[in-house]
């Protein structure tokens, strides 16, 4: 009887490894069946002629094809293979339908954006769209499918989830936009909130101190840096008086829906949300040097566009090469990079011009305030009358269990997005709304020659709002807005204001000759870095949405006129750039505090401490953020004990009034901060310090604790420990075992938010590109990750060490390792 049950026991083991190994087998089978086809013969219907893909070492495609429609199709079809389950991420996150593939876990983020109602705003915008783009559009599709189904297994993440993939519709394109706009002004209602919340509790003068624009930083391309306001002075607001900068205790308030749910929400969904520092990062730097100012004569454009980097990276190298559609006998060549999902080069250069991106921070969003009406708060009130909220139910599928609905209240201005704790309800005017905007056809720049021709082509785009940074093969460069900018009748935009009456709305859309412009400028020079590009009557027509702190558009410009003759490599060094000049003032402020009285008098326990302190700050500054820096660290940590401390008694009134405020949505303290810190007003300090000195060595104090908490020695924390990368994929985390698979070593990382090199763990430079238009054989470009997201590919991750040692890579591809024919 025992022998028999050993041997049941015996046969079930066996039995079991059996099917383990073959289960194994079987989805490694699968796994590999999902792997892109890279070589052979494939039959793409609808192509008017044969298109040729040859592949170099790193996997870049050069598309060769008879027409624009044709090289599309195929674009598409590389899009799918390598990439789908990052275009599905980019169509379902704006559209609120990621629970229908991920389950429950979605089911909050997805009712918040479904207020936007984006899938009809994308139908919509399709529906509009003129023949041509609408063909281009198209055609992109049906090679995004047969792509698709030309794999012999989905995606290895449908594996994965066990679903299967839906076909792509071009409307999904338009959505593809819509997620760039939700990570790139996505936070924009959140920064008009919280300027509503600080001027309903503070003085005029107080809030304009705190809200007003830049620091000492600022090195706008054209104009004069905006002074900063005076210090408010005492019969403004007095801190010292009893109560006065009162800090209640954090309270729970919802408000729904949430404009914002992150800091700054990435371009695609990732694992973890975004802290305001690396929200920061979601910028660039771009800049221009005309050919009188380079070492060949032509031109030169470099771009490093700043963005949430995971597995795998956002763009997709491409070079396209089809007949010129003003001369048929020459051929067009687009290099650079694009956004699966979309049918063309985002940045990059045709020959004749070359042209990058930095989000521009001006205002593409207002925040209107709703009157209901007196009689009927089921109304509310417009320049035409009372009129009744639309109502509409948003049926949200959710993967393994029932659809549920979330009701969406939409006014003539745009969604309900906000209640105040007042009980005010307001909605949001949205760039990103206008179905007439996003019809617009985003390859226009592709055909220009000129930078007069350029201009014109990116003014109106729909696309998120950029300072475009122009070159063009003649040795021309400029710089403009791309996208729409608002008409703005009757308000600045900066706070929310009602505009029931009439006397405020938007007027349409600026035509592109008012566009703001800088072209040929005397300097020979343009950049930009998120903060202020112009001055005066320009800088009032973009508004202010939350600008980035000015410091990388100075050392930018300083080091882009310390060169004479500017070559490509040396463009390049300006991108790597981490000097740690924004903390060099910091630095210099912690020592001054360490020497005063309060600190030296001292003989608490952190003394000591104190000590150690110092020393490190002296001793390990390498004036750079680099990795192995301590002090780079500790200053860093100091600075912003410093800024919460402060920030959070000023700012106290209004999150006594509206729990929900959060003074780290502002972004850009250093302003106010550093200086209060300098001019040290005692009215405005709280009054649970005696002095300045006092709160400065309590910073210190802090910054001590944080760093020892866990009981690491201070020699310890380096840089490179805190700004570690953290570069996944979305998937990473949820399959454990595999999930290391899926992700990027985690390599301790030069440069800062504050230094041109702008890494932080999850963020940073999703590509660094310089090119001349016409000489792209001298061109470089890299980029995080590689071009496949599939973790058996030879190119899931070959690009990542070049990009993270910042080594030069050409921009056009190398010599054909493998060659892909599409056929009708």
């Not at 094809?65 to 598409?76: I, P, Q, S, W």
């Not at 600022?218 to 004069?224: H, K, N, Q």
């Not at 470099?302 to 491409?318: E, F, K, Q």
């Not at 071009?787 to 990542?800: I, R």
Request: net charge negative; glycine share 8%; aromatic share 8%.
């Amino acid at each position: 009887m025992v022998k028999t049950l050993l041997r049941v026991a015996l046969a079930l083991v066996a039995l079991v490894l059996v099917v383990a190994i073959a289960g194994g087998c079987y989805a490694r089978s699968r796994l590999r069946a999902s792997l892109p086809v890279v070589e052979g013969t494939r039959t793409v219907a609808g192509l008017s002629a044969p298109v040729t893909v040859a592949r170099d070492a790193l996997g870049v495609p050069a598309i060769d094809g008879a027409t624009r429609e044709d090289v599309a199709r195929a674009l598409g079809f590389l899009h799918a293979q390598d990439r789908f389950f990052q275009m599905d991420l980019q169509r379902r996150q704006p559209a609120g339908e990621l629970s229908a593939l991920v389950g429950e876990r979605a089911f909050e983020a997805d009712a918040e954006m479904r207020v936007h109602r984006f899938r009809r705003v994308a139908e919509d915008a399709y529906a509009r769209t003129a023949p041509a783009w609408r063909a281009l559009l198209d055609a992109y599709t049906a090679g995004v499918n047969a792509g698709l189904t030309g794999l012999g297994a989905p995606p290895f993440e449908y594996l994965l989830l066990g679903t299967a993939p839906e076909p792509w519709k071009p409307e999904d394109s338009i959505l593809t936009v819509l997620a760039m706009f939700q990570s790139l002004q996505g936070r924009q209602a959140s920064f008009e909130r919280t300027n509503q919340q600080l001027r309903d509790a503070l003085p005029e003068p107080m809030f304009r101190f705190l809200a007003a624009t830049g620091s000492s930083w600022e090195a706008p391309a054209d104009g004069e840096p905006l002074a900063r306001p005076p210090v408010p002075g005492p019969d403004v607001l007095d801190l010292r008086t009893p109560g006065a900068a009162s800090r209640p205790a954090a309270s729970s308030h919802s408000v729904a829906p949430r404009t914002d749910p992150v800091c700054g929400p990435l371009a695609w969904p990732s694992r973890v949300a975004l802290t305001c520092d690396e929200a920061a990062t979601l910028g660039s730097n771009n800049w221009a040097v005309d050919g009188a100012h380079s070492a060949t004569g032509a031109a030169l454009l470099a771009n490093d566009m700043h963005l949430g980097i995971s597995v795998p990276n956002i763009w997709y190298r491409a070079s396209m090469a089809f007949p010129d559609p003003a001369d048929p006998l020459a051929r067009t060549r687009l290099v650079g990079v694009t956004l699966p999902g979309l049918p063309g080069i985002v940045v990059g250069s045709n020959g004749f011009v070359a042209w990058g991106f930095t989000n521009a921070g001006g205002d593409w969003s207002d925040l209107v305030r709703i009157e209901p009406d007196p009689r009927d708060p089921a109304l509310y009130l417009s320049p035409d009358g009372p009129r009744p909220f639309h109502v509409s139910e948003e049926a949200i599928a959710i993967k393994d269990a029932p659809a549920r609905s979330v009701s969406v209240r939409t006014t003539i201005w745009g969604p309900i997005v906000w209640k105040d704790s007042s009980g005010r309800e307001y909605a949001q005017r949205w760039v990103a709304h206008d179905p007439d905007v996003l019809s617009s056809d985003l390859t226009r720049p592709e055909r220009t020659r000129n930078v007069d021709e350029a201009l014109v082509a990116v003014a109106g785009l729909g696309i998120p709002n950029q300072n475009v940074a122009i070159a063009d093969r003649t040795g021309r460069i400029a710089w403009t807005v791309g996208g729409a900018i608002p008409r703005r009748r009757g308000l600045d935009g900066f706070t929310s204001e009602s505009w029931a009456d009439g006397s405020k709305a938007w007027d349409g859309y600026l035509q592109p000759t008012e566009f703001p412009r800088i072209v040929d400028p005397g300097s020979g020079r343009i950049w930009t870095a998120n903060a202020p590009v112009v001055d005066g009557a320009m800088l009032g027509i973009i508004g202010d949405g939350g600008y980035a702190e000015g410091i990388r558009a100075r050392i930018i410009r300083d080091r882009l006129m310390s060169v004479e003759r500017a070559t490509t490599n040396q463009m390049l060094d300006v991108q790597m750039d981490d000097s740690a000049l924004f903390l060099d003032r910091w630095r210099t402020l912690a020592l001054t505090t360490l020497d005063s009285r309060a600190a030296t008098n001292s003989s608490d326990s952190l003394q000591g401490y104190r000590a150690e302190f110092r020393r490190l700050l002296e001793s390990t500054w390498t004036g750079r953020a680099s990795p192995d820096s301590v002090a780079y660290r500790l200053v860093r940590t100091f600075r912003g004990q410093v800024v919460r401390a402060v920030l959070g008694f000023v700012t106290a009134p209004a999150l006594a009034r509206d729990p929900s405020f959060e003074f780290a949505r502002l972004l850009r303290p250093e302003g106010p901060v550093w200086q209060l810190v300098t001019e040290r007003p005692f009215h405005l300090l709280e009054s649970r310090y005696a002095s300045w000195d006092e709160l400065l060595l309590g910073a210190i104090d802090a910054a001590i604790v944080e760093l020892t908490e866990d009981g690491r020695s201070l020699d310890s924390r380096t840089w490179g420990e805190a700004n570690r990368a953290q570069i996944a994929h979305p998937l990473a985390s949820a399959v454990p075992l595999l999930g290391r698979w899926l992700v990027m070593p985690e390599d301790p990382l030069p440069g800062d938010v504050f230094t041109p090199r702008a890494h932080s763990p999850r963020t940073g430079p999703s590509e660094r590109m310089v090119v001349s238009p016409g000489r792209e054989e001298e061109g470089i470009l890299h980029m995080p990750t590689g071009q496949s997201a599939h973790p058996l590919s030879p190119h899931f991750d070959d690009m990542h060490r070049a990009w993270l040692a910042g080594q030069p890579v050409p921009i056009l591809p190398g010599a054909p390792r493998h060659t892909l024919t599409l056929t009708p």
